[in-house]
């Protein structure tokens, strides 16, 4: 007869398993159930497990549908398109600027959290730039990832909310201790984005030293999947940046209204740091009035709601199915058997600083654990195991956050916006991973470590 322990590590390797091959919402919803019903628990007991984990997670979801909601609403009235602009004409012909602009822009693209939206913004407005100049895509594509990554730690981003879900802390309380380190990590990237624009410019002046004179410069595949050859010097082909940024639907476009979105913007932002009020309440009401004020009329408003249902929705079902997962595996004891039986395992001295070990590992769990699968399984049994050490829950949460999935998810196979990067910027996978893969982790270490030394994640280190 299987114990409490067994029924637990049979649910969370099949949700492991079946996470990125059936859909997270089956494998979170149907698996767990499917064993507390096996281990003898009746349909009332499980249902009740289910509405506590539900109960649980009902805030997150919220604020993560309404934020979603609200920032595409923003970005179909065109808050974002003048900083894009600027962003393109800063870049100018210049490797260094061209690769500075690269991080800035995939930043300001994913302040609405969406991966897929940040590379089908960033990596065509850039292309044209790295292929012009003969810049290598392998660098377009990990700059891209760096920017987006740093920007995934915000709430809204998929990462923060799932640890928010998994360990019942506001995913607020998560994110604002963060931000010192968040914001370092934002100045590491530049500095990152200058050292490769650096290499680059050096990189096509060799080339155009070593060029017979009147020979032309054209990409060319080369190991890094992209163009190569061009220079930066005298003799490099002279670009025009695009001065202007051409939104997909003009008609949405709300120009005369852009600063009173921006002030809406950061006023929404600025009371979701201060705690006033919760985050789901803070965008519900920043929601109502950018759709009362930019598309009156309920036939507009429905047509703005519905075209960001579909990711907000995904995500909203993604995050009450974790609640299920989790309800049942708190509330039948099976999150308490691997706990006792992982911490009896572990030696005494790693106890106290497992949040240090997955801070450190983070970015390399990304290669292994879909962000689903960690957040919903792997990161509550560690929680557990940390609590028996005396480490507080958060401490696991946050040290997860600093690059499981956020800085990490760029070179991360298991999640469907990666294909999106290495397609769009036509780099080989692997080749893409190996070269972004170092920098994403010494991101990661510097968030973490900052986070560490300022006392946020584990106060006794600091």
Do not use: K
Request: aromatic share 8%; proline share 7%; hydrophobic share 55%.
């Amino acid at each position: 007869m299987l114990t409490a322990m067994g029924f637990a590590t049979i649910t969370v390797v099949l949700v492991l398993l079946l996470s990125n091959r059936v859909g997270a919402v089956v494998a979170l919803a149907g698996v767990p159930v499917a064993a507390a019903l096996v281990m003898g628990f009746g349909p009332g007991e499980v249902g009740s497990f289910v509405s506590a984990g539900i109960t649980g997670v009902a805030a997150t979801t919220a604020m993560f549908v309404f934020a979603i909601l609200y920032f595409g609403v923003m970005r179909d009235a065109g808050l974002f398109d003048p900083i894009v602009r600027r962003v393109l004409r800063f870049a100018g012909d210049n490797p260094v600027t061209i690769a500075v602009a690269t991080v800035v822009l995939a930043m300001v693209a994913h302040l609405d959290g969406a991966g897929a939206t940040t590379f089908l913004i960033t990596i065509p407005a850039m292309l044209p730039l790295y292929d012009a100049l003969g810049m290598r895509r392998v660098v377009l594509a990990a700059l891209t990832g760096l920017g987006a990554g740093i920007m995934n730690i915000l709430p809204w981003g998929g990462p923060t909310a799932r640890a928010a879900t998994a360990s019942g802390i506001p995913a607020n309380d998560l994110w604002v201790p963060l931000i010192p380190a968040q914001l370092i990590g934002m100045v590491t990237c530049l500095l990152i984005a200058y050292y490769l624009g650096v290499r680059e410019r050096n990189r096509l002046r060799t080339t155009a030293a070593g060029r017979p004179v009147g020979a032309g410069v054209g990409p060319s595949a080369g190991s890094s999947g992209g163009p190569s050859g061009g220079a930066a010097g005298d003799d490099a082909p002279r670009v025009a940046a695009p001065a202007e940024y051409e939104s997909e639907r003009p008609e949405l476009l709300r120009p005369r209204l852009y600063w009173l979105n921006a002030a809406l913007t950061l006023a929404a932002v600025a009371t979701l740091i201060s705690g006033v009020m919760p985050p789901e309440l803070v965008f519900m009401i920043a929601l109502v009035i950018a759709l009362a004020v930019n598309y009156p009329g309920m036939s507009a408003q429905t047509e703005r709601i519905n075209d960001h249902a579909r990711g907000a929705i995904l995500m909203a079902s993604t995050l009450l199915a974790a609640g299920a997962f989790l309800g049942v595996m708190e509330e039948s004891g099976m999150i308490e058997a691997m706990a006792v039986s992982m911490t009896g395992a572990m030696p005494d001295f790693l106890g106290p600083g497992l949040p240090l070990l997955i801070g450190v590992l983070a970015v390399p769990m990304s290669l292994v654990f879909g962000p689903d699968a960690y957040y919903f399984a792997v990161m509550p049994v560690l929680a557990a195991v940390g609590g028996e050490f005396g480490v507080a829950p958060i401490d696991v949460a946050q040290a997860s956050i600093t690059g499981q999935e956020t800085v990490g998810f760029p070179i991360s196979p298991m999640t469907g916006s990666f294909y999106l990067l290495v397609g769009l910027s036509g780099v080989p996978i692997g080749t893409h991973i190996r070269f972004l893969f170092p920098w994403a982790w010494l991101v990661s270490l510097v968030v973490f470590g900052s986070a560490v030394a300022m006392g946020v994640i584990l106060p006794w280190a600091a």
